[in-house]
């Protein structure tokens, strides 16, 4: 047990060493209480809401009900300036390659599909991180930076006491496969603009 907690401890100290020193690689950065844009030196005010997509789907939610422009354009005329982008980690090291529409014939959830195909029929067609690459693009489009949120390691409604996707030795949270899905995911988007790592 005690061996377990070290190299807990251990791990999560090389972790935030690794994330500290690679602090400063950003655009933005603190000084005092205020947030920095580095590339103006101006102070940076966040107004950002949340997307969710780290459900079943592994989609941005609302795809089925509107155009991805609609909804992004829809949080510039209410000012946000960037979105909290939730996803599961198991879309990056299980099912990065598997294509929305066959993840949404394990859902019967006919009417989301029939909206989908409304509203972004090429939606269906794509990878899950196909799909977030659009989000992030369009959302860089229309002058809106996203915040990559790894929520949960299986894709799934989270955070009741018991559903065993939160932190070491839960069922659905191995710490290799964590740390392989945000490398994969930081590779992805290394070079997308629109993204603040």
Not at 77 to 93: D, E, G, P, S
Not at 94 to 122: C, M, Q, W
Request: proline content about 5%; glycine content about 6%.
């Amino acid at each position: 047990m005690l061996g377990n907690m070290t190299t807990q401890s251990l791990f999560l100290l090389l972790l935030v060493s690794i994330l500290a020193s690679h602090s400063n690689a950003y655009p933005l950065s603190t000084q005092g209480r205020w947030i920095i844009d580095e590339s103006t030196g101006q102070r940076a005010k966040l107004v950002c809401a949340n997307w969710a997509g780290h459900l079943q789907p592994m989609i941005p939610e609302g795809l089925d009900r509107r155009p991805l422009k609609e909804i992004v354009s829809e949080l510039v005329k209410h000012k946000f300036n960037c979105v909290r982008l939730t996803y599961a980690i198991y879309m990056w090291t299980r099912y990065g390659g598997h294509i929305v529409s066959g993840t949404f014939d394990g859902l019967d959830v006919p009417e989301v599909v029939a909206g989908i195909a409304k509203n972004n029929p090429s939606v269906l067609k794509m990878t899950h991180i196909q799909v977030f690459e659009a989000v992030v693009h369009e959302l860089g489009a229309q002058n809106v930076k996203a915040l990559l949120d790894n929520h949960v390691s299986e894709p799934k409604w989270c955070c009741n006491d018991d559903d065993e996707n939160g932190f070491f030795h839960d069922r659905h949270f191995d710490p290799q496969e964590w740390v392989q899905g945000l490398t994969l995911a930081a590779k992805h988007f290394a070079d997308i603009t629109p993204l603040w790592q």
